[in-house]
């Protein structure tokens, strides 16, 4: 069967994979992670089925996740990700090559756009274009941003934060800093680590941070039995992980990314200011969904802070409006492509 996707937006994040087609909306949510023999490299399994394989596998079984702070840090890997994911959505048999928009961090450098767009042109893309994420969010919250007023929005993912003002349909000020969901987990690890002596894999460093990780004071105090091996004997071992004890372990993380804010804050314009102040800050992304982070952010800024509505897929469905707007002729969206993103050759 052919597939006759003319237009896909991908949220190529360091923890989910998410795909957009025109007219459809989100159609794919996958983790971002290969599962692959170390002797041979012959892929064994891509996305939800190689999450499950995360530290569980054979000692020739490998899970890796082919992107690092959310850029590519194994091309290989993740223009074969892609081209799973796109032949997911596409079929097969492409009669006609997608024109794909991918949204990535505001911090990237020259070189790692270019990975992207070479990936993508590689795993079978018509054009390629690529969006910071801020934008995508703000597009995909549903913010007008097109007019002489601020807005500013904070996007939290499992590798970056990126935090920006946006007025006049561009970037105004904007930062990015590699800290986000994976650091929290990272730090949740090393937490029980030294306190308890036990050592946890990452999928239960991730079910912590969800179930009792928390940015700000739970009113009920909760608690967790995690399982993991002993340091002293190695045996396996079970301890209890309460609440304000996840919020121990990730505090550091937290005032990273409250730093970034800040700093953004600080640079802003003050009539931009001002309108920030009227409006609020937007959050989204994955590392939204933290419980209490919103007024974390509301109370270490005194700016109140919005958390919207399914701020998931915020990124995902930006980059794909933003991509059919750029194919109507509309001219709302279209500063966002000139300047502050890269556009790929065409194939042949």
Same mark, same amino acid.
């Given at each position: 069967m052919?597939?006759?996707?003319?237009?896909i937006?991908?949220?190529?994040?360091t923890?989910t994979?998410?795909?957009?087609?025109?007219g459809?909306g989100?159609?794919?949510?996958?983790p971002?992670?290969?599962a692959?023999e170390?002797e041979?490299?012959?892929?064994v399994?891509?996305g939800?089925?190689a999450r499950r394989?995360?530290? /569980?596998?054979?000692?020739?079984?490998?899970?890796?996740k082919p $992107?690092r702070?959310?850029?590519?840090?194994?091309?290989?890997?993740?223009e074969?990700?892609?081209?799973?994911?796109?032949a997911?959505?596409? !079929?097969?048999?492409?009669?006609l090559?997608p024109r794909?928009a991918?949204g990535v961090p505001? @911090?990237i450098?020259s070189?790692e756009?270019?990975?992207v767009?070479?990936?993508?042109?590689?795993?079978g893309?018509?054009?390629?274009y690529?969006?910071e994420?801020p934008?995508?969010a703000?597009i995909?919250?549903g913010?007008?941003f097109s007019?002489?007023? !601020?807005?500013?929005v904070?996007?939290v993912g499992?590798?970056t934060t990126?935090v +920006?003002v946006?007025?006049?349909?561009?970037?105004?000020?904007? /930062?990015?800093?590699?800290? +986000?969901?994976n650091?929290?987990?990272?730090?949740i690890?090393?937490y029980?680590?030294?306190?308890f002596g036990?050592?946890?894999?990452e999928?239960?460093a991730?079910e =912590?941070?969800?179930e009792?990780g928390t +940015?700000?004071? /739970?009113?009920?105090?909760r608690?967790?039995?995690?399982?993991g091996?002993?340091l002293a004997? @190695?045996?396996?071992?079970?301890?209890?992980i309460?609440s304000g004890?996840?919020h121990?372990?990730?505090?550091?993380?937290l005032?990273?990314?409250l %730093?970034? =804010? /800040?700093?953004?804050l600080e640079?802003?314009?003050?009539e931009?200011a001002?309108d920030i102040m009227?409006? @609020?800050?937007? $959050?989204? !992304?994955g590392?939204?969904l933290l419980? !209490?982070?919103?007024?974390?952010?509301?109370?270490g800024?005194?700016?109140?802070?919005?958390?919207?509505e399914d701020?998931?897929?915020?990124v995902?469905?930006?980059?794909?409006?933003a991509?059919e %707007? $750029?194919?109507s002729?509309s001219?709302? =969206?279209?500063?966002?492509?000139?300047?502050?993103?890269?556009i790929?050759?065409?194939?042949?």
């Amino acid at each position: 069967m052919f597939g006759l996707v003319n237009d896909i937006g991908i949220d190529l994040g360091t923890a989910t994979c998410l795909v957009y087609v025109k007219g459809k909306g989100v159609v794919l949510n996958e983790p971002s992670v290969v599962a692959l023999e170390q002797e041979t490299s012959r892929i064994v399994a891509i996305g939800e089925e190689a999450r499950r394989m995360l530290g /569980r596998t054979p000692g020739n079984i490998v899970a890796v996740k082919p $992107l690092r702070d959310g850029v590519i840090a194994d091309f290989d890997l993740t223009e074969k990700m892609l081209k799973y994911f796109i032949a997911k959505v596409c !079929g097969r048999r492409m009669l006609l090559h997608p024109r794909i928009a991918v949204g990535v961090p505001s @911090g990237i450098t020259s070189v790692e756009r270019r990975a992207v767009i070479d990936a993508c042109m590689q795993a079978g893309a018509r054009r390629c274009y690529l969006i910071e994420e801020p934008l995508a969010a703000a597009i995909g919250a549903g913010i007008d941003f097109s007019q002489p007023s !601020g807005a500013m929005v904070v996007d939290v993912g499992g590798g970056t934060t990126d935090v +920006a003002v946006l007025s006049m349909g561009q970037v105004v000020v904007s /930062r990015s800093v590699r800290v +986000a969901g994976n650091e929290c987990d990272e730090a949740i690890s090393r937490y029980v680590r030294t306190e308890f002596g036990i050592v946890i894999g990452e999928r239960t460093a991730e079910e =912590i941070k969800i179930e009792v990780g928390t +940015a700000w004071p /739970r009113s009920v105090r909760r608690t967790l039995e995690v399982r993991g091996r002993d340091l002293a004997t @190695g045996l396996p071992r079970t301890v209890s992980i309460t609440s304000g004890q996840a919020h121990t372990a990730i505090k550091e993380t937290l005032e990273t990314m409250l %730093s970034a =804010i /800040r700093a953004v804050l600080e640079q802003t314009p003050p009539e931009l200011a001002a309108d920030i102040m009227d409006k @609020g800050i937007v $959050l989204t !992304g994955g590392g939204a969904l933290l419980h !209490g982070l919103d007024r974390y952010f509301s109370h270490g800024t005194g700016v109140a802070v919005n958390l919207v509505e399914d701020p998931v897929t915020c990124v995902v469905r930006g980059t794909g409006l933003a991509l059919e %707007s $750029l194919g109507s002729g509309s001219g709302r =969206i279209s500063p966002f492509w000139s300047g502050q993103s890269t556009i790929g050759g065409s194939m042949p």
